[in-house]
């Protein structure tokens, strides 16, 4: 038998296209579930051997443009977890 999932909210599961920033680079990713206080998206190509200290996520979602800061909270050969940082649940001004 399985652990009980131990998440704080229920996955929704997507593929939508996702831009990670640290200030200075971006990588361009998709997401591959999203709840209210994180994601998961695919490894992007080029990603650093060392995790951005300061990190953001941008996508778009029933036709709303989001952006939240974020840290990785796990990660793999093909994917990273992000924990959402703020309470931004909506579309972001001028996008």
């Known amino acids: 038998m399985s652990p009980p999932d131990q998440r704080a909210s229920s996955r929704r599961p997507c593929s939508e296209p996702a831009v990670l920033s640290d200030g200075l680079s971006r990588w361009e990713t ?3 579930n999203l709840s209210e206080g994180g ?3 695919l ?17 778009r ?3 709303q443009a989001h ?3 974020c840290e990785i909270a796990w990660g793999d050969l093909e994917r990273l977890g992000l924990s959402f940082l703020d309470d931004e649940d ?6």
């Open 90 to 95: 909506g579309p972001v001004a001028g996008d």
């Open 67 to 69: 952006r939240h800061r």
């Open 30 to 32: 998709r997401l591959v």
């Open 61 to 63: 979602i029933d036709d």
């Open 43 to 59: 490894l992007p190509d080029g990603w650093p051997d060392i995790d951005p200290e300061h990190l953001a996520i941008s996508f």
């Open 39 to 41: 994601a998961c998206v």
